[in-house]
């Protein structure tokens, strides 16, 4: 719902591409979380599938939980023939496995290929191996696949785009083309419509107090835009309802909205490992008096405060740069570049969960909490 242009212009890109034997070699697909990417992307393939699937497949692979190279090209292996490789042949045996399930699909007549990776981020994560050049491989599969004449088109979906093409080497950007879709975020309107449409499935009639749909849709929007958690700001509400036995009210939403925040937090703080959970605490704490925070600030006082509960080992500037990164990939933080006239550029980081309950669950998970000195 309200994503008609994007639908429209990734279907085209297949329409033709078939057609015309031909698809592009790299489909980049942005967005901010919740904002219809994979939903759509996965709904066109699928329904183009059903159409021209003489010819045609897809796959999906979502990379989030794959923190390496060789764990990704793993998880692509495992969607296309439901086997992986174990660590100890390496990277380049996975490659050969992959090549040949392609050359098999085109030897039963699946001319035009796409492999979608969702979450395609958390690939830049692997110190030890390339991701620029396992990207590159898939980009010149014409290599690899001699002889085989198969169309094979990457769908690279990602929150942060900047991110994503920063860290991609020449080579990588010469060859991935011009195609782009960018998602906005939903508008308060499309997310009352997205509301609306969910109402008659979930409440009986006369359980939503009049005009609270349009207070949860300003809610999200101002946060995020984010659908998903609209749905599940709506859902949750409900719940409260119910537990008070009344209609669901404002004061339901914003119960509910206390509780769904720390869900959301909690579900994204689950796996950071503890270097990046230090560093985001260090912003929760610093956010907690101003709104925003340079990387520069952040250094002095992460090397400057204590830690009580652990151990730790002072990082040096460049990977806490490094972390900021991630935790902006992740979508943890947001951050953006601020002109300071002679004294150069800065990055200034911004929270987008609150602070304090990041405060509190990381105190909770990891027992450790800051002290300035």
């Not at 991630?326 to 570049?337: A, F, K, P, V």
Request: with cysteine; glycine share 8%; aromatic share 10%.
């Amino acid at each position: 719902m309200g994503r008609d242009r994007e639908e429209e212009f990734f279907a085209r890109i297949l329409m033709l591409g078939v057609r015309d034997g031909f698809l592009p070699s790299l489909v980049r697909v942005y967005g901010r979380p919740g904002s219809g990417k994979t939903v759509v992307v996965r709904g066109v393939l699928e329904r183009f599938e059903g159409f021209r699937g003489d010819v045609f497949r897809h796959f999906y692979v979502n990379l989030k939980g794959c923190r390496t190279v060789f764990s990704a090209g793993n998880a692509v292996l495992s969607v296309i023939a439901g086997r992986s490789v174990p660590a100890n042949l390496g990277l380049d045996r996975v490659f050969s496995e992959i090549w040949s399930e392609i050359r098999g699909l085109k030897d039963a007549g699946v001319s035009f290929i796409c492999l979608v990776f969702d979450e395609i981020d958390s690939i830049f994560l692997d110190k030890h191996y390339d991701p620029s050049d396992f990207l590159y491989r898939f980009l010149r599969h014409d290599v690899y696949l001699e002889g085989s004449d198969v169309e094979l088109c990457l769908i690279a979906i990602t929150n942060n785009p900047l991110f994503f093409e920063d860290n991609l080497d020449a080579k990588v950007r010469s060859s991935m083309g011009s195609d782009a879709i960018t998602f906005p975020p939903y508008s308060m309107k499309e997310i009352v419509e997205i509301l609306d449409s969910r109402l008659g499935e979930a409440f009986k009639t006369g359980m939503i107090s009049e005009g609270l749909i349009p207070i949860i849709a300003k809610l999200v929007t101002e946060k995020t835009g984010d659908a998903r958690r609209a749905v599940d700001l709506l859902r949750l509400s409900g719940e409260v309802a119910n537990e008070k036995k009344s209609r669901v009210d404002a004061d339901c939403v914003y119960e509910a909205l206390d509780r769904v925040e720390k869900d959301w937090a909690s579900e994204q703080l689950h796996d950071l490992p503890f270097n990046s959970a230090l560093i985001l605490l260090f912003i929760a704490y610093l956010t907690t008096v101003e709104k925003s925070v340079s990387t520069g600030e952040l250094y002095e006082v992460y090397r400057k405060t204590s830690v009580r509960g652990k151990e730790i080992r002072i990082l040096g500037e460049r990977r806490l740069s490094e972390i900021v990164s991630e935790l902006e990939t992740l979508g943890l933080i947001s951050t953006w570049n601020v002109s300071r006239g002679r004294y150069g550029y800065h990055r200034e980081i911004k929270m987008v969960l609150n602070p304090h309950q990041v405060l509190k669950i990381l105190k909770d998970k990891f027992g450790i909490r800051v002290e300035p000195i």
